[in-house]
């Protein structure tokens, strides 16, 4: 059974930062590019960030890039999301999900099923 576990959000002021960590079990890890999505309330949700299954290949969002950074470690199972910079419209539930958000939608035109999905971290910034 997939199971990807988020933790780091917290309540930040704007400029702040934070990092979130994404621990998974349950398949192999090495073998799946991650992707950090964010929702915030009556938003549609948005990729933000993905990572490949080695580590060597990043990719962030617009609105993201140049403020968080993603990486991984294999032999912990986890990935991470530095976020810097925080801004309000940051704020947002933040969630992993086993896969490429952008390449499986491109492809199926749908996100990957929740079962893949974590529970999510919250994340908010306000002065």
């Known amino acids: 059974e997939v199971q990807l576990t988020e933790s780091g959000g917290d309540l930040v002021q704007p400029g702040g930062s934070l990092k979130l960590s994404c621990v998974a079990s349950?398949?192999?890890?090495?073998?799946?590019?991650i992707t950090w999505v964010r929702q915030a309330p009556g938003k549609d949700v948005e990729w933000v960030s993905i990572?490949?299954?080695?580590?060597?290949?990043?990719y962030y969002s617009d609105s993201v890039k140049g403020r968080f950074t993603i990486s991984r470690d294999n032999a912990k199972n986890t990935v991470y999301l530095q976020l810097d910079g925080l801004k309000t419209e940051d704020t947002a539930m933040y969630y992993c999900?086993?896969?490429?958000?952008?390449?499986?939608?491109?492809?199926?035109?749908?996100?990957?099923?929740?079962?893949?999905w974590g529970q999510g971290t919250q994340v908010t910034v306000s002065s």
């Open positions: 349950g398949f192999t890890f090495t073998s799946y590019s």
């Open positions: 999900v086993m896969d490429d958000v952008r390449k499986y939608y491109a492809e199926r035109n749908e996100f990957p099923p929740r079962k893949n």
């Open positions: 990572i490949d299954s080695r580590g060597q290949r990043t």
